[in-house]
């Protein structure tokens, strides 16, 4: 299918407008909308949060009468079905909007074409496919969560060059550079939850809010925390800041399962073997929550796990110029490890990029999806 280059400016302007919603409308996608009439925009509009109108509908009551006759640009297909809102195929046909360009399909199962199929047999002309690859990364959070009710998974670390997260003698603090940390917290704002294992509350009390840029939101705080070892006084706990979940297994005693309850803790029971929860039970039922992505900044040993059990959809990688050394300086993925170079866990369309004095790796491991299913 051909795009103009007229087509090009106005759905990279959409892709735009919706990555500004980015952090706040979780569990829906980020959507963009572009009205455009005689080749000029008469109306924007994007989808800003859960419970209020989609971007195309905004557009559309922001143009008024104007929308007639016009090109909607959209990087996601308009929902035709009955949710927060009612279906925006509904508004454009009534808007008497005459052509329709979007970047790709909707793969939740009530639109999933649907929409395009409404908007054709009302008369309206649909293009679709104009910057679909950059509209998936664009929502790749609610791709993977609505095609398989589980949390899209992020594995942050800044680590040395030499690939170690803590020093032979437990200092960790700070190993990334400032830029590299507002980052950090940038992504504490984008995504539902941030998870770490029972050593960083032991070892760090960590807060784990959005502190060093302007705050869109404090994440949902996961500890995993086997036999309930985490301190009462713990920062974690403390859920004026921002609510906390305890994964636990069988072994964690009563008692401490009461005082975290106590304390407005969530507490979810998950299956263990040898101390180690099973993370894809974990996983489903924090998806049961509308938990849509979780950003990880457990140690090595959490970061194995999640990798082992084939969870991880995306590494973000701080490294900083510094060199530690030591044996037993610890690195970002501890566990067992594999035994063959063939088997590594491989990372596809990588990018690297400065921040500040650091790099910052970033790329995708292969879709986890047939592991879960397993």
């Not at 990555?19 to 925009?41: H, N, Q, R």
Request: hydrophobic letters at 40%; aromatic letters at 6%; proline letters at 5%.
């Amino acid at each position: 299918m051909k795009f103009t280059p007229e087509d090009q400016k106005f759905m990279l302007l959409a892709l735009g407008l919706a990555k500004k919603a980015e952090g706040t409308t979780s569990p829906d996608p980020l959507v963009g909308a572009i009205l455009v009439k005689d080749g000029e925009v008469i109306s924007t509009g994007y989808h800003d949060k859960v419970a209020t109108p989609h971007a195309e509908t905004w557009a559309i009551k922001k143009a008024g009468k104007k929308a007639k006759g016009s090109t909607l640009y959209i990087n996601l297909e308009p929902c035709c079905h009955y949710g927060n809102n009612p279906p925006c195929t509904t508004n454009i046909i009534n808007a008497g909007i005459k052509k329709v360009v979007a970047a790709m399909q909707d793969p939740n199962p009530l639109v999933n074409g649907q929409g395009f199929k409404i908007l054709k047999d009302a008369g309206i002309e649909v293009k679709q496919g104009l910057f679909e690859k950059e509209a998936q990364r664009l929502n790749e959070v609610f791709l993977k969560y609505i095609t398989t009710g589980i949390p899209f998974i992020v594995i942050k670390v800044a680590a040395t060059l030499d690939g170690k997260i803590v020093t032979a003698k437990g200092s960790s603090h700070w190993i990334a550079g400032p830029e590299s940390l507002k980052q950090a917290h940038h992504l504490r704002n984008v995504y539902d939850a941030i998870l770490v294992g029972i050593n960083t509350v032991l070892n760090d009390d960590p807060t784990l809010n959005v502190r060093l840029v302007k705050k869109v939101k404090n994440p949902i705080r996961i500890v995993l925390d086997s036999y309930g070892k985490t301190p009462i006084n713990s920062n974690i706990l403390n859920t004026s800041i921002a609510p906390t979940i305890m994964a636990i297994s069988k072994q964690c005693p009563a008692k401490k399962v009461r005082a975290f309850e106590k304390k407005g803790v969530e507490v979810i029971v998950v299956p263990a073997k040898n101390g180690k929860l099973d993370l894809k039970t974990l996983f489903r039922e924090l998806g049961k929550r509308q938990i849509t992505s979780i950003l990880i900044e457990g140690g090595g040993e959490v970061n194995a796990s999640i990798l082992e059990t084939g969870l991880a959809d995306k590494v973000l990688f701080f490294i900083a110029p510094k060199i530690v050394g030591g044996r037993e300086a610890k690195t970002a993925v501890e566990g067992t490890g594999i035994a063959k170079l063939t088997d590594a866990w491989q990372i596809h369309d990588m990018s690297v990029t400065k921040t500040g004095g650091d790099l910052l790796v970033e790329g995708y491991l292969y879709q986890s999806e047939t592991r879960l299913k397993q």
